[in-house]
Each structure stands twice: as structure tokens, then as C-alpha cells.
């Protein structure tokens, strides 16, 4: 059953997705409530110009008011400042002779009511491994730099590149998921000829190139189910994928994004987040095929979204969690891994620890070292570790029921 406070907050979140105002009448305690709810999801802004208008004329204190107004205003101009940045790197790419496929941010963003409001950290480009230099030396002739210097460009799949003049961060892909993965690495199989079929469109008088309608929906759900594997997914990621099925409902085609969800047992999950984005986003059902309309009981997902955050990241014992789901995923089974995976959450393999300790990849033989440092990390991040294990397993367990539930697993 669907608490009251999940009822309320995506009441509102509706009413941002489709542009209109909301009335809504609350104590202090309540706009508090939601606005904290709004941030850990990343949509304040959203959130914040449905109910503007019952927010400024209620009781709350008038610091309360200025607080979340700067808030919201330093965002939108954030985010404007984001776009601007990127849109003048994607012209230095083009100028270079690259073209690099953009995904999600910018392009889900033209779909909202507000692109501004629809805030986004970074922004992603899928490129081609041979041709990566030319992407790397256009940044850094231009000031950027890789943000991690344990990154390993030659090597590593994703590059992040920063500059201390934008408050906008770059991912360069050569992949879209991490090969190495064992729960989700093959799904980089799913696109292949994703280039080929790529289309072109213009942002702001920039002409930019982006993945076939199709191919962004499959992405974006697999994208988000990666997540879910993670520590979790949070609603803006279902609102991408709902305003996308909407916006092009004539141009994707919802058997081929079924089949190969199938393939990788994200199916069911992705009926489930269908679900929610009619149930809760005014997705029209009929902007699915016949074939695939949602059916399915989406509750749990939806609390559980509401709980992890944007990114599955809204407590550290989420995140630490997110190893117990990995590990049953890759296992494909809960009664077979679940032990398994109780040992893993506290020593994962030197494979699933070396996109964090980059030595791991040429000296495995360290991994004890690893395990050690990741542990004492975790007692300095968090306190009492025993506590912090004891909740991270507690939502672990929780979500491995999700798994089973949605087939990504056996029971």
C-alpha cells in the first residue's frame, strides 16, 4: 500500500511533468518534508514551481522561503551554465571532425515543461575507442581535465573530465555499460550498430548527434536498471522514459525494447517502471504497444525509488547494499548466492574493485590491501561499522525480494 507521503509527492511531481500549478496546503513540517524529499531526488526546482504560489502565501518562516527560493534559483542558473558549457564543447568536437553520441541529460531535458528545471549533474557522450584521443585532445586543449587521476584513459571505459571555469562535468563512454561487469556487462551487446542507427537533432541551434528513439528508451531503462542493481533508481530516471514514450510515441518500438529486455531479464522491471510512469506520470497507455501494456504491481519499486535517491546513493549504507543485489544478479539466484553474496558485500573480487583501486588491475595480488582500506574508508565514513553493516544487509535483503519479484533472479 502506497503511504500517503509517496501519494502527496508524486501528486505534485505530475503536476511538474505536465506544467501546471498545484494547490496544496500543508504546516512547516510538511513543506519541509517535501522539499527534502525533492532534493534527494534531484527535483526541487520541479517541484518547486508547481507549488510556488501555495508555498509563498502558507505560514513558513520567511527564511524557511528565501532558503528554498536560492536554492531553486542557484540550480536553474547552475544548469544553464551546464548547457551553455557543453553545447560550446560539442561545437569544438564538431569543429575537430568528431561527433560523439550525446545521451540522456540534454536530451531528456528538451522533453520537460522547464529544461532548466530538469537538473543534471553531467552530461554523457558515447564514443568510438579508436578515435578517443581526438575527443581528449579537444578537452584539454580547452582547459578540461580527467577528474580522477586514477583514472586510466587508455584502458579505463568511462572518462570523466572537469574544469575549474564550469561547474559542468563530462563523461566520455567507449561502452555503454562497464564490459567487465559480470551482473549487467553484457548488455553492451544489445546495441550493437546503436551508431549506425543513430539520428541527428538540433538544441538551441547546435546540431548534435543521439541514439535512435528506440535505442534511447532501451538505453534509458537499462541505464536505470543498472542503477537498480546499484543501490537504486530514483523517479527522475522514470520520468525520463515516461516523457520519452510520450514525445515519440510513433518512433519507438516497444516489441524490440521487450524482447531484449528479456534477454538480460530486465523485462518485468521494466513493465514495473511503465506502471509507475502511467500510474503516477500520466503516460498515456497508449503510447505502448498493445502488446506490452503494464499490468504489473509497482508499488514496492515506487517506494523503493522514493527511498534510494537520485542515484541509489541516499545513505551509505544504500550504497554498500547495492553489492549484496550485484552479487545475487550476477549469480541469478537468491537461494544459490545469497551467502555468496553476504561474504562479497564485505570482500568483493579484485575485478569489482578495481574501477576504485586502479592497481588491482596489474597487481590482483593486492586485494587484501584493498579489502583492509575499504573497510577502515567505511568506519571513518559512517561511524560504528557493525551498525552500518547491519543496515546495509537489512536493505539488501529487502531488495534482493525485489529482485525475485520483478524475475531478475530465482527465487
Request: with cysteine; proline share 3%.
Amino acid at each position: 500500500m502506497e503511504r500517503p507521503e509517496t501519494k502527496n509527492f508524486m501528486k505534485i511531481y505530475r503536476a511538474a511533468l505536465e506544467g501546471r500549478k498545484i494547490d496544496t496546503e500543508t504546516d512547516q513540517s510538511g513543506w519541509e518534508r517535501l522539499f527534502e524529499m525533492a532534493s534527494v531526488q534531484n527535483v526541487l526546482p520541479m517541484i518547486y514551481d508547481s507549488t510556488a504560489e501555495a508555498f509563498n502565501r502558507s505560514d513558513c518562516e520567511v527564511d524557511m522561503k528565501a532558503t528554498i527560493r536560492a536554492q531553486v534559483m542557484g540550480q536553474i542558473t547552475t544548469q544553464i551554465r551546464r548547457t551553455d558549457a557543453f553545447l560550446k564543447l560539442y561545437r569544438k568536437f564538431a569543429a575537430a571532425g568528431g561527433e560523439p553520441i550525446v545521451l540522456k541529460g540534454l536530451i531528456c531535458r528538451q522533453l520537460y515543461p522547464d529544461p532548466d528545471a530538469r537538473s543534471s549533474g553531467d552530461e554523457d557522450l558515447l564514443v568510438e575507442e579508436d578515435v578517443f584521443s581526438l575527443y581528449d585532445g579537444v578537452l584539454t586543449t580547452a582547459g578540461w581535465s580527467i577528474a580522477d587521476e586514477k583514472t586510466d584513459p587508455l584502458t579505463d571505459f568511462e572518462v570523466s573530465y572537469r574544469s575549474e571555469r564550469s561547474p559542468l562535468c563530462l563523461e566520455v563512454h567507449k561502452t555503454l555499460f562497464a564490459p567487465e561487469n559480470a551482473a549487467y556487462g553484457d548488455m553492451n551487446r544489445l546495441f550493437e550498430g546503436a551508431r549506425e542507427r543513430s539520428v541527428r537533432t538540433k538544441i538551441d541551434g547546435v546540431e548534435i548527434r543521439t541514439l535512435c528513439e528506440t535505442d534511447h528508451v532501451l538505453y534509458l531503462i537499462l541505464h536505470a536498471f543498472k542503477h537498480f542493481l546499484h543501490g537504486g533508481v530514483g523517479i527522475r530516471q522514470i520520468s525520463d522514459i515516461a516523457r520519452f514514450a510520450d514525445v515519440y510515441r510513433t518512433k519507438i518500438d516497444w516489441i524490440e525494447i521487450r524482447e531484449k529486455c528479456k534477454k538480460v531479464r530486465a523485462d518485468r522491471f521494466a513493465e514495473a517502471l511503465l506502471q509507475i510512469a502511467v500510474t503516477h506520470m500520466g503516460l498515456d497507455p497508449a503510447a505502448l504497444s498493445p502488446d506490452w501494456q503494464p499490468q504489473i504491481n509497482s508499488t514496492d519499486l515506487l517506494e523503493d525509488c522514493l527511498n534510494a535517491g537520485v542515484y541509489g546513493t541516499s545513505s551509505m549504507a544504500r550504497r554498500h547494499s547495492g553489492n549484496m543485489t550485484l552479487h545475487a544478479a550476477a549469480e541469478g539466484s537468491a537461494a544459490g548466492g545469497a551467502k555468496r553474496s553476504l561474504l562479497r558485500t564485505v570482500f568483493p573480487s579484485a575485478r569489482e574493485l578495481s574501477g576504485r583501486y586502479r592497481y588491482l588491475k596489474k597487481l590482483p595480488i593486492l586485494l587484501p590491501v584493498a579489502w583492509c582500506d575499504r573497510i577502515l574508508r567505511y568506519r571513518g565514513e559512517k561511524g560504528e561499522v557493525a551498525q552500518n553493516a547491519k543496515e546495509a544487509i537489512r536493505i539488501g535483503n529487502e531488495r534482493i525480494e525485489l529482485l525475485e519479484e520483478y524475475g531478475i533472479i530465482d527465487s
